[in-house]
């Protein structure tokens, strides 16, 4: 069982930058899959970027692609990130999430953080 703990959030002014952190602990995939999804009252939970761990390829949404970049630390088990040029609809609750692929993930399978909340003012 995989355990994830994000953090970083807070509260930024448009335009401005944040980096957020999903350290994982306890057991972990040989080959898994670590991204993040967000997700705002009434709305259905949004994909927004994942790497693959062993080949490092990484999936971006259409609505971040160019601002948010996905990175990972080998040695802490932990992914990042990087969120760049932040939109006021770029605010949501952050979860960190892990599978064993790609697909797993985008169907919402697999372990999940409590999630870090991100606000992006006008």
């Known amino acids: 069982q995989v355990q994830l703990v994000e953090s970083g959030g807070g509260l930024v002014q448009a335009g401005g930058s944040l980096r957020l952190s999903c350290a994982a602990s306890?057991?972990?995939?040989?080959?898994?899959?670590m991204g993040w999804f967000r997700q705002t009252p009434g709305k259905e939970r949004e994909f927004v970027a994942a790497i693959n761990w062993s080949g490092g390829s990484t999936y971006a949404a259409d609505a971040v692609k160019g601002r948010f970049t996905i990175s990972r630390d080998n040695a802490k088990i932990t992914v990042y990130l990087q969120m760049n040029s932040l939109k006021p609809e770029d605010t949501a609750v952050y979860y960190c999430?892990?599978?064993?692929?790609?697909?797993?993930?985008?169907?919402?399978?697999?372990?999940w953080g409590q999630g870090t909340q991100v606000t992006v003012s006008s």
């Open positions: 999430a892990a599978d064993r692929d790609i697909v797993r993930l985008r169907r919402g399978f697999g372990s």
């Open positions: 306890g057991r972990t995939f040989s080959s898994y899959v």
